[in-house]
Nanobody
Framework: QVQLVESGGGLVQPGGSLRLSCAAS????????MGWFRQAPGKEREFVVA????????YYADSVKGRFTISRDNAKNTVYLQMNSLKPEDTAVYFC???WGSGVGYIQANEYHDWGQGTQVTVSS
């Protein structure tokens, strides 16, 4: 099990940028695949992006492709989500998630077993 803490959310104008961070506890972070999901009010949680254990494979939702970039620093037990060209429809609580293993392409929420508490991202003028 790993504990996850997100940070970096906030209020930004359309077209702006934010970088989210997700800090993980434990000494085996490099053995986990990581994902970012988001949930807007009244909507279901949706997949944003996933990265495998060593950062070699990344999967993006079509809605964020070309605008968002996921990365990880296993030495710092941290995964990042760089969000550029933000749109009002990106407004949501963003969650990071972890699952043990070296597989790739985990895009379903029920494939992850550890979750952070979420950080609010609001895109508005």
């Amino acid at each position: 099990q790993v504990q996850l803490v997100e940070s970096g959310g906030g209020l930004v104008q359309p077209g702006g940028s934010l970088r989210l961070s997700c800090a993980a506890s434990g000494r085996t972070f490099s053995s986990y695949a990581m994902g970012w999901f988001r949930q807007a009010p009244g909507k279901e949680r949706e997949f944003v992006v996933a990265i495998n254990y060593n950062g070699g494979s990344k999967y993006y939702a079509d809605s964020v492709k070309g605008r968002f970039t996921i990365s990880r620093d296993n030495a710092k037990n941290t995964v990042y989500l760089q969000m550029n060209s933000l749109k009002p429809e990106d407004t949501a609580v963003y969650f990071c998630a972890a699952r043990w293993g070296s597989g790739v392409g985990y895009i379903q929420a029920n494939e992850y077993h550890d979750w952070g508490q979420g950080t609010q991202v609001t895109v508005s003028s």
